[in-house]
């Protein structure tokens, strides 16, 4: 099984920044993609960045510019910097990974919320 703890959500005000952090823990698997996805109220879950291997990043039209993703040299935490917040970037932020052979895994969630 894999773990993914989340971390640095909170509030903030727009224009603000926030960095979230995503750690991976447990069993030793092959990754087709590590990153971030989002949900607001009554809105379906969206991609917000995702990495991929070989450095291939995928950015949501809405964050694009905005949003950096990264990760650390092992390559078992994800790093999610948020820049230029707008209110409309309120949601819950869920971790995700990916595996090789198709099996997704999902963090707790953590709230972000951007007041105008």
């Known amino acids: 099984q894999v773990q993914l703890v989340e971390s640095g959500g909170g509030s903030v005000q727009a224009g603000g920044s926030l960095r979230l952090s995503c750690a991976a823990s447990?069993?030793?698997?092959?990754?087709?993609?590590m990153g971030w996805y989002r949900q607001a109220p009554g809105k379906e879950r969206e991609v917000v960045a995702l990495i991929r291997p070989g450095a291939n990043f995928i950015y949501g039209d809405s964050v694009q510019g905005r949003f950096t993703i990264s990760r650390n040299k092992s390559g078992n935490t994800v790093y999610l910097q948020m820049n230029s917040l707008k209110p409309e970037d309120t949601a819950v932020y869920y971790c995700s990974l990916t595996a090789n052979f198709g099996a997704r895994y999902w963090g707790q969630g953590t709230q972000v919320t951007v007041s105008s």
């Open positions: 447990g069993r030793t698997i092959s990754i087709a993609a």
